[in-house]
């Protein structure tokens, strides 16, 4: 079965599901082709109105697969640099396709999970959501996402929370915006219903021109320049010795050298 799903229904609302549950809808090569895949056909289907996008199993999306970036991580520059455009080109598609968005989130969304929601247009989040904008921790960062978090929320909570690799909680994703709407587990459908209907009685031409319109505005649209600089950064962050130290520890289910310990 495929690593992300796709459907339409007869009101032109498409669900996209991230299809990897047994470990957490972790991406990998696999998924990232699958979503330039999945978002290219449906900006290109003039029938599909809206996006949901879910994930399958437990969790929304837990980031990436990290045994997957320790062998890129080993592989030459070329490589590296391809991984990282691929990856950057899926959330940059995300955020500027045509069509209104919708994220629906349980369990976990860390790491690309953050920038994934980050690029929809509308999040709903269950309460028993988890977030983290978690790279650093394994000595990486997450570059390619950046321009989607802070247009979400701002350049201050992503230089904290990208910094400290915290955890929070749904309520927190909402006060600092990253996510519009919580909900009890289990009304996530139900809670989305409303906001789809409301964006299917908007003309299509409307929704899609407010969309464009409102990123003009604000300058969201990223420029093929920084697109460049951001994917060079994050190829080489992969290819250091402290992402090989960062990878081994999560592998080997330890602390990284440079940690010593808590002060307590």
């Not at 929070?168 to 919580?182: I, M, N, Q, S, T």
């Not at 139900?190 to 464009?212: F, H, S, Y």
Request: hydrophobic share 45%; with cysteine.
């Amino acid at each position: 079965m495929s690593v992300v799903l796709s459907s339409i229904d007869e009101r032109g609302v498409a669900t996209v599901t991230l299809n990897r549950p047994e470990v957490n809808n972790a991406y990998n090569a696999e998924v990232v082709a699958a979503l330039l895949e999945t978002f290219g056909a449906l900006a290109d289907d003039d029938t599909v109105r809206l996006i949901v996008i879910r994930g399958n199993g437990k969790h929304f999306q837990a980031g990436a697969d990290l045994k997957w970036l320790a062998q890129i991580g080993q592989m030459d520059a070329a490589t590296n640099l391809a991984t990282s455009q691929r990856t950057a080109t899926a959330v940059r598609a995300l955020n500027e396709i045509q069509v209104p968005t919708i994220a629906l989130v349980h369990g976990a969304c860390i790491g690309g999970g953050t920038g994934i929601i980050a690029a929809a247009d509308i999040v709903i989040a269950s309460r028993d959501a988890i977030f983290a904008i978690s790279e650093a921790r394994w000595g990486v960062f997450a570059s390619v996402i950046f321009p989607q978090l802070n247009a979400a929320i701002g350049t201050r909570q992503v230089r904290r929370y990208a910094m400290t690799c915290e955890r929070f909680d749904a309520d927190r994703a909402k006060f600092l915006g990253l996510v519009h709407e919580v909900c009890e587990p289990g009304e996530l459908d139900q809670t989305a219903a409303p906001l789809i209907d409301g964006i299917l009685k908007a003309g299509p031409n409307a929704v899609r021109d407010t969309k464009r319109s409102v990123m003009e505005c604000a300058q969201e649209y990223m420029s093929d320049e920084l697109y460049d600089h951001l994917v060079q950064q994050h190829a080489d962050a992969r290819q250091t010795a402290e992402a090989k130290e960062g990878f081994n520890s999560f592998i080997e289910k330890r602390d990284p050298i440079w940690y010593q310990g808590s002060s307590d």
